[in-house]
């Protein structure tokens, strides 16, 4: 009687600190809200099966996609190191029925070994309109201006990182108006404000870069505003973030820094001449060219062959240069701290 007392006071004592470990279970699979309540459900992927839902996931059909991508055991499953992109990315796009405002978009996401970093992004009617790349380095959210292929990004937040392969992360991310919040745990968080995320989302879309990796399941919730969102708390804890180091990756540092001038300099009537005479002239020139900065592997050919048999094409390209290089050497005489 002795023993059985002992053994179901020994079983009650680990049931107890299990339930409490629970209670205090790793930051990383908190469900977080700031500035938006979950609203009607609008997506809800279990990954059930053992093939895409083609009205959810048609990007999944493309040949080109569909060898490094899988469902599998109720995952979504990828291999990047079976891709044909050039970044050997494995992609996974949903469009929405309607274009989307306020949303709630939360998944669990289990990078395996090799992960570099997988993007959170939308597009809205003129491309994209919002990423947020999560690295092993560092994570930052940033967004493409108006339709502009030649504009550098403006980087809306950025952290250091210390996310990696095996580990299994609950990512949420929300869109209110103009502002975002992108939550993993209290150490990797992002706040973000600009007004392009405002604009109606038409696309998810979700790519990862390195190894392999699997996602659980996806939900997208539309977004019911929080009326006073708590965020001088999470602005508190941008200390206890960590540390980006931007020396380590040169090019990134300084296309985040121009990207910082070309923000601060947005109200210079000199450099706004600068940049709308550059962004003219290359909107004429796509106008008379059409395949001039085209992703199309066709119009990529005729861009190379234009280059040799077309005297104005070629002309026009040396002229866009010297416009971006007078650009580009008034935001270096304005911030000579920038390396050029």
């Given at each position: 009687?002795?023993?059985?007392?002992?053994?179901f006071?020994?079983?009650?004592?680990?049931a107890?600190?299990?339930?409490c470990?629970?209670?205090?279970?790793?930051?990383a699979?908190?469900?977080?809200?700031?500035?938006?309540?979950?609203?009607?459900?609008?997506?809800?992927?279990?990954?059930?099966?053992?093939?895409?839902?083609?009205?959810?996931?048609?990007?999944?059909?493309?040949?080109?996609?569909?060898?490094?991508?899988?469902?599998?055991?109720?995952?979504?499953?990828?291999?990047?190191?079976?891709?044909?992109?050039?970044?050997?990315?494995?992609?996974?796009?949903?469009?929405?029925?309607?274009p989307?405002g306020?949303?709630?978009?939360?998944?669990?996401?289990?990078?395996?070994?090799?992960f570099?970093?997988?993007?959170?992004?939308?597009?809205?009617?003129?491309g994209?309109?919002?990423?947020?790349?999560?690295?092993?380095?560092?994570?930052?959210?940033?967004?493409?201006?108006?339709?502009?292929?030649?504009?550098?990004?403006?980087?809306?937040?950025?952290?250091?990182?210390?996310l990696?392969?095996?580990?299994?992360?609950?990512?949420?991310?929300?869109?209110?108006?103009?502002?975002?919040?992108?939550?993993?745990?209290?150490?990797?968080?992002?706040?973000?404000?600009?007004?392009?995320?405002?604009?109606?989302?038409?696309?998810l879309?979700?790519?990862?870069?390195?190894?392999?990796?699997?996602?659980?399941?996806?939900?997208?919730?539309?977004?019911?505003?929080?009326?006073?969102?708590?965020?001088?708390?999470?602005?508190?804890?941008?200390?206890?973030?960590?540390?980006?180091?931007?020396?380590?990756?040169?090019?990134?540092?300084k296309?985040?820094?121009?990207?910082?001038?070309r923000?601060?300099?947005?109200?210079?009537?000199t450099?706004r001449?600068l940049?709308?005479?550059?962004?003219?002239?290359?909107?004429?020139t796509?106008?008379?060219f059409?395949?001039?900065?085209?992703?199309r592997?066709?119009?990529?050919?005729q861009?190379?062959?234009?280059?040799?048999?077309?005297?104005?094409?070629?002309?026009?390209?040396?002229?866009?240069?010297?416009?971006?290089?007078?650009?580009?050497?008034?935001?270096?005489?304005?911030?000579?701290?920038?390396?050029?």
């Amino acid at each position: 009687m002795r023993r059985y007392i002992h053994t179901f006071w020994l079983g009650a004592s680990v049931a107890f600190l299990w339930a409490c470990s629970s209670c205090t279970a790793e930051p990383a699979h908190a469900d977080v809200s700031l500035f938006l309540e979950k609203g009607e459900l609008i997506l809800d992927e279990p990954f059930d099966g053992d093939a895409f839902d083609a009205a959810k996931w048609p990007t999944a059909r493309h040949a080109r996609n569909r060898v490094s991508i899988r469902v599998d055991g109720g995952f979504f499953v990828y291999d990047t190191e079976k891709s044909t992109e050039t970044l050997k990315c494995s992609s996974l796009h949903h469009h929405f029925s309607e274009p989307a405002g306020d949303m709630v978009v939360q998944f669990r996401f289990s990078p395996g070994a090799g992960f570099n970093w997988i993007n959170i992004g939308f597009n809205d009617e003129s491309g994209h309109c919002f990423i947020t790349k999560l690295a092993t380095d560092k994570i930052f959210s940033y967004k493409y201006k108006e339709k502009n292929v030649r504009s550098f990004s403006e980087y809306v937040d950025l952290s250091g990182a210390a996310l990696s392969g095996e580990q299994e992360y609950l990512i949420t991310v929300e869109i209110a108006d103009e502002k975002v919040f992108v939550h993993v745990d209290d150490k990797h968080f992002l706040l973000g404000q600009n007004a392009r995320f405002r604009n109606p989302k038409k696309t998810l879309f979700l790519q990862m870069q390195g190894g392999v990796g699997k996602i659980d399941w996806i939900k997208i919730w539309k977004g019911k505003r929080i009326e006073n969102p708590d965020v001088a708390s999470w602005e508190a804890k941008k200390s206890e973030r960590p540390t980006a180091d931007l020396d380590s990756d040169p090019r990134f540092k300084k296309r985040k820094h121009e990207a910082d001038a070309r923000v601060a300099l947005k109200n210079d009537a000199t450099y706004r001449e600068l940049f709308q005479a550059t962004s003219d002239f290359e909107a004429q020139t796509k106008d008379a060219f059409p395949f001039f900065k085209s992703p199309r592997a066709k119009h990529k050919a005729q861009h190379k062959e234009a280059l040799k048999t077309n005297g104005e094409y070629a002309n026009r390209l040396k002229k866009l240069r010297e416009l971006e290089k007078a650009e580009l050497d008034y935001i270096y005489k304005r911030f000579p701290e920038i390396e050029k």
